[in-house]
Every structure is written in structure tokens, then in C-alpha cells.
């Protein structure tokens, strides 16, 4: 008996190796979830389809493999843009299934139609529209290949009565996997070999192309003598067990990695996107090294370029670098980096208030050494690049490309779902969470065993930085917040909130016992500051600024309270 087009979707899709698909039932997309269930493919049905497109983003990131969404007509897949674009930029293989009206109601303002092509094209690796159920097989297997190879979101658009059609031809097609090397011609190597054997003052920048290349970065590192900064997007795979490494740069970096990074004579970038010009080097020769060519010079101008894997082209340079000998440059930024992570940690002699790098700290000692963290964009982002150490087997994921809201908690669904007995936690600002705070049902209805620490400072504290660093007041940032862990309570989750750091470490204990889904509320000094590793002289006359501005505005407390959180050692 011939296969139905919907049928034909699922069967292709679950070859590539999809294991789950997310989305919320109905409409233009009933025959397609009717053959999901028929399948092996598990069904996650969301409250809210952002979180579905940010689920599958943090499935495929962390697993490598491939997620599925699927999208009613109209409103329904237009409610999963924002995840998806997250899941693409962060390079996550994603399909999502966009159904459409039916064809013959298609470009008549027929009702709930939507134009999806030019929404979705802008972040895709692929974004086509199924005209034929003869297409159906060769088309899936197109997007699900493209997404493994480039790494992202394919769109596959379909007209809902397609679903039901049976093609008069279904030809095998199916996606394919690839394994190969990239590596520099051998004249390409020469300038950056006479560069690097130079010496001096050489720093090595690991960006997320680093990610298969460990062993080949530290060895180059080694023999450069050269400390290694990292992007927060390499953070899993250059910082545990590295005796070079000095931190991040830029504004959620620390002295270490802002020093080796401004100060050197030669910069090698290696699999690196980092975007904040501001922060490269004003003098150095920057060497950089990426998979793809459109990359090199895109960021900051640099001297030379070098097309190949970050992996192949280390192996290549270590062949032919002269060895360093001298260490003082390497020792110089290590020192400055052990010193401002030391000083960043800011331990607290009062037991009433919990500062949120001392959350931060607990949450490292105390969870699990294969656990695998989320943050939202905002502090908790900055707290988790900075001080949970991944020792090799912890995993960290947060909107670092899109920057969105509301990603941590809709992220480690995916990534719970895809790892049932590891431990995750999700790092939720309060804004961040009450944003999808109905996909709390989810967890509940999913029995799905994620672990929240909310980082309570009743605001949407990083724009209240922002607009201190202007030097304007904070204005429409503070938050009228529940008490999140009776609300989980009431929901059917564990709940509980904790607001004296001396009931710190019982609570995430108590938290991280839970064998179900759980919340921890924690109220955190909502006055302290992310700071840079080098505060600009515009910055301190700005945040003097609105200082001044707050005293006039008789809000002289919170001045006290902003020196005191920041400037005065503890």
C-alpha cells in the first residue's frame, strides 16, 4: 500500500534520527502529528510554541543530532520564530514543519495564511515549499541533510492537504552524513609561520570552532607558550584542564582574558565570531583561522587569513611553528586572570543577602559533575560563564548569538529530554521566566525532572545596568514578582524559596534531590553590577551620572546600597 505524504515526512525524518518533535496540535498539521504518533518519534506538546522552537534548539546543540518542530498554519508557526531563529544561530540542527493553507486557498487572503518563506528565510539553511507529494521524500531528506551539514534550522513549508495525498512515485532518498578534513594549502601557511615565529607577546582566541580540536589547541598552545582566551561559546571545550587558559574577554569576561587578548603582539583566532571590535588589539597582527571564508575579516580587520578546520589546521601550524621558550607573557595574564576571578567571586560576610556569583558558586559545588547548565540572557549568562567550571563533563548552553529573553528554562526541556538521567539546571532570570512561565505545565504534565535556581532581583536587572552605564536612571525595569516556589508548589512541581545565604547550600541540596521536576525562588541583591574587566572612563562618569541623578531623585539608598554591592571590598 502507497505511503501518505505525511507518512512519508515522518519515516524520512526519523531515518536522519529524530527521536522527538515539538509543537502544540491542531489544524493544517492533525494528519502529520496523527502519523507521528504511528511512529517512533516522541510528540512533546508545548503550552507555548516559542518554547517548543527553543527546546529543540537546545536538543539538537547539545546532542548534535536532529530536532524536529511542527507548526500549524498561520499563527501557530509564526509563535515558533523566535526559538527557531535561536536554535539557527546558535548552529543547532533543527527541521521545522510549517504546515499551510490549502493550495487551492493559497494567495487569496484565505484565513490564518501567512507568507512564510521571507519570515523564515532570513535564518534558515533551507526554506522550501512542497508543491507535490512526488516531492515529498526527496524534499525532507534535503532539509534534514542540510541542517546536519550546515548546521541549523531547515524549513520545510507545507500545504495541509498535501498531508493526505499519495505520491505516484516515492523514490529512496535519504539524508546522508559526511566526514572530512580542511586544512590550508601549504603556501597559504607561510605568513602566518614567520608571524607566529616571531614570538613575543603571542595569545591564542578559542571561539566555538574549537569544539573538536581541544587536544590540537592546547598542544599549539603549549608550544606557542601562549595563553588562551575563549569565547563564552567555546567555554565547554577549552576551559576545564587547560593550564593556559585566562578567561573570556569583552563585557562578561575578566582581566586574564581581556589582557591577553587587548595587549598582545600576535592574536591567533581560532574558530572565533567574537563581534565586540572595541575588544581586539589596536596593534597586533591578527592571524585567523575558520572553516569558512565569508568569516575571516568579518569581525575586525586581519592581517592574515586561513581557510581550514580549527582541528586540521592546528596539526598543520605544529608542524612547522618554532617552539617558544620564554613564559613571562603567559605568566603575566595568568596571574591577572587567577587574581580577578578570585576577586570576582565576592564573598559576602552577611548572611541576609545572597550576592549572585555566591548562588553561582553554590550551584557549582553542589551539582552533579556531569550536570549540564542553561542561562538566560542577562547576569545569569554572565555568572555561568564565569564561575561553573565544566571539568570536562558538564555542558553549558545560553542565547550568546541571539541574546533572546526567556531561553534557559524552554532550552533544558529539550536537553532533559534528550539526557533523562543526567542532571539539568536551568539558570532562570526572574523576567526570563515569567516571560514562558506557562510551560512550567509542561514540565508538571511531561514529568520531566529539570531543575530551575531563579535568580530573583525584581527587576530586569542587565537593561537596569545598561541604563546606569548611560548614566540614566532605571526606570521601567522593576518586577512585581510571585513567590515563584509557591507558585510551582500550587502547579504540582517542588518549590521553595530561600532568602538568607546561610540557607543557601541546604535549599539547592534539597532542590537537586528532587527526583521530579523542581524550583528554587532565590532572592538576590538586585544592586549588583556585571562588572567588565576594564571600566571605561565613560562608564564611570556615566554611572557617577546617575548617581547624582538618583540622590536629586531622593533615591539616595540605592546609591549607598550600588557602592556598597560593587565598590567596597567585602
Known sequence: MSKKVAEIIVETLQEAGAKRCYGVVGDTLNHFTDSLRQSDIQWVPVRHEEVGGFAAGGEAYMTGELALCAGSCGPGS????????D????????????????IGESGVGFPQEVDQTPIFKQYSVFCETLVSPEQARRMTA?????ALAKGGVAVLIVPGDLFTQTPSQDLPYRAHRFDYSLRPSAESFVPAVKQLNRGGKISIFAGSGCEHAREQVLALAEKLKAPVAWTSRAKDFIEHDNPYQVGMTGVYGLEGG???????????LLGCNFAWTQFYPDKATIIQVDHDPTQIGRRHPVDIGLVGSTRDTCEALLEVVEEQSSTRWLDKCLKSYRKSLEKSAHNTRDDGLIHPQELTLAI?????????????TGSPMVWMSRHIQTHGRRRTLASLQHGSMANAYPQAIGIQLAYPQRQVVAMCGDGGLAMLLGDLLTLVQEQIPLKLVIYNNSSLGFVELEQKVEGLLDAYTGLANPDFGRLAETIGMWGKRVEREDELDTALGELFAQP???LLDVKVNPMELVMPPKVEAGQVASTALYSGKAVLDGRMGEVVNLVKSNFLKR
Open 87 to 102: 536554535a539557527h544561530r546558535n548552529g543547532a540542527p533543527v527541521v521545522f514543519i510549517a504546515s499551510q493553507v490549502p
Open 364 to 376: 557549582d559545588r553542589l551539582a552533579a559533575q556531569d550536570a549540564i547548565f542553561t542561562a538566560d
Open 142 to 146: 534535503i532539509a534534514a541533510q542540510t
Open 258 to 268: 581581556y589582557e591577553a587578548v587587548a595587549e598582545c603582539d600576535t592574536l591567533l
Open 516 to 518: 521530579g521536576p523542581a
Open 78 to 85: 509564526l509563535h515558533f520564530v523566535n526559538g527557531l531563529f
